[in-house]
């Protein structure tokens, strides 16, 4: 009999202490409680390609179309994440023969909504570090006639006030060619034209000949009066290439 007592005892000995810990827990609680969680969002490398933007207005994008002919289709731009994403094919007219030094301008840049802006070269860095970049451009040889292949020998290519435009808060590239003019003789000189050194240059950038005031005098064809011109189409090209090379303190 002693021994079922002790037992019984023990039991609700037992049953007294285990309530009187859930009190004691609830009462050392803080109210109103609180929980914190990780709330995170990753980024990589697009290797998308991006559309062009308005040149005056980076933040819109916008549609260019070719100058000489309207219905030709626009080349679209590179692969990300480091891309060209377009550069203006120049126009400069159709034009009177002359036997005098003459300049002729390039056409300004039109849309598909008929409104013009500069001429220009867009760059997009998504590659997420702000490594840097070296955008350059060449001319590939003299203007050669499509009919007679005739060379309009000494005529000179040059862009003035070059100016950069972006929509994003990244530094925009340090290095900018205001002016230059192209090598013609088709060695493969090439022309620093936007240079990002590291820590600038994220996101899309936008180098554009003039502002819209500029935009009709800023790109110019020097052509040496003394040449023997016909009366022929004369057309060359121009390669824009883009690298991972950051700049540096000093202008090439």
């Given amino acids: 009999m002693k021994m079922t007592k002790l037992m019984a ?4 000995l037992a049953s007294t202490l285990v309530l009187g ?3 004691a827990s609830a009462e050392a609680g803080k109210l109103p409680a609180t929980y914190e969680t990780d709330t995170t969002v990753k ?27 309207p219905d030709k289709p626009i080349k679209p731009g590179t692969n990300g994440p480091l891309s060209i994403d377009f550069a203006s094919p120049l126009y400069f007219g159709e034009n009177k ?6 300049d002729y301008f390039a056409e300004a840049q039109p849309l598909s909504d008929g409104t013009t802006r500069p001429n220009y070269v867009q760059v997009t860095d998504n ?14 040889g003299q203007f050669i006639s499509k009919t007679s ?23 925009v590239p340090s290095l900018i060619a205001t002016e ?16 990002a050194k590291a820590g600038e240059g994220a996101g899309t950038h936008v180098y554009r000949s003039g502002d819209d005031a500029a935009k009709a005098t800023s790109i110019k064809l020097s052509v040496p009066g003394k040449l023997t011109k016909l009366a022929e189409t004369y057309a060359t090209t121009l390669t824009y290439t883009l690298t991972d090379v950051p700049g540096n303190d000093t202008p090439e």
């Fill in 9 to 12: 005892t023990t039991a609700v």
């Fill in 127 to 140: 590659r997420g570090g702000e490594q840097g970049w070296t955008l350059q451009v060449k001319q590939n």
């Fill in 180 to 195: 230059f003019t192209l090598v013609a003789d088709g060695t493969g000189a090439a022309q620093n034209v936007m240079t």
């Fill in 43 to 69: 980024f990589s490398p697009s290797d998308e390609i991006t559309p062009p933007v308005d040149p005056l207005d980076p933040e819109n994008p916008t549609t260019p179309v070719d100058p000489e002919d």
């Fill in 97 to 102: 023969i002359v036997s005098s030094d003459k």
């Fill in 149 to 171: 292949k005739r060379e309009l020998t000494g005529a000179q290519i040059s862009f003035a006030n070059g100016q950069v435009a972006t929509a994003t808060d990244s530094k």
């Fill in 21 to 23: 810990n859930v009190v």
